[in-house]
């Protein structure tokens, strides 16, 4: 089976523009989270989405919206790009919501480098 | 919300030695994961317990669930340097609430 999917794996953007980053999850799984990973903060999580609506959201502006499709594939976008946005992003796919359905497995990432 | 502590935050130890890394909430999870991640790639999950006092072996690594799952240990026996990661432990409650992860702890095994 294969596993968790995102492109691009590398981006370079500037300040001000507008990006869309991309996720496909393991086949079967309907659950997919986006988290945000940066040496100083850690890893954050910015949303999930489950069977096409989103089901918790995490304390980021609304410069970072998300969505899934039917599917199951996810995006994420970023608008009005900022220099602390560059971090690694991060999709984890899981087979449901709660317990052990809830485990999360994730893709290699996106580096997103804004200048 | 609901928060994972981890410790220590940063490990260094000589190859060959053991250790053991703490993963600690005030809340009851369903099921608990272990992750290893190595920098620049995603996560990558090691094992996943879900029963109150349960202990699994994964090769040197035995992860232990704690009866009233709350917390959950992570131990490494004899460190090797393919061992060097950032370790994170990640909590799944029922219903719609969210995975919470851990601070993470970084280990380097020197050689």
């Known amino acids: 089976k294969a596993g968790v999917t995102q492109t691009p794996r590398y981006l370079i953007k500037t300040r001000g523009q507008q990006v869309t980053l991309s996720c496909s999850p393991i086949s079967g799984h309907r659950s997919v989270s986006w988290y945000q990973q940066t040496p100083g903060q850690g890893l954050q999580f910015l949303f999930e989405y489950f069977s096409e609506t989103q089901r918790n959201k995490g304390n980021f502006p609304g410069r970072f919206s998300g969505r899934q499709f039917s599917n199951s594939r996810s995006e994420m976008n970023v608008s009005t790009l900022e220099l602390g946005d560059s971090a690694l992003y991060l999709c984890a796919s899981s087979l449901a919501l709660g317990g052990a359905d809830h485990t999360q497995y994730f893709g290699p990432g996106t580096r997103l480098t804004v200048l | 919300t609901q928060l994972l502590e981890q410790s220590p935050q940063f490990l260094s130890i000589q190859e060959g030695e053991n250790l053991t890394v703490y993963c600690n909430s005030s809340s009851v999870f369903s099921s608990l994961q272990w992750y290893r991640q190595e920098p620049g790639e995603g996560p990558v999950l090691l094992v996943t317990?879900?029963?109150?006092?349960e202990v699994k072996k994964l090769k040197r690594l035995t992860f232990q669930f704690g009866d009233a799952r709350k917390d959950s240990s992570l131990h490494i026996t004899a460190a090797q340097p393919g061992d060097t990661g950032l370790y994170l432990c990640?909590?799944?409650?029922?219903?719609?609430?969210?995975?919470?992860f851990g601070t993470g702890t970084k280990l380097q095994v020197i050689p």
């Open positions: 990640a909590g799944a409650e029922g219903g719609y609430q969210k995975v919470t």
């Open positions: 317990v879900v029963t109150g006092g």
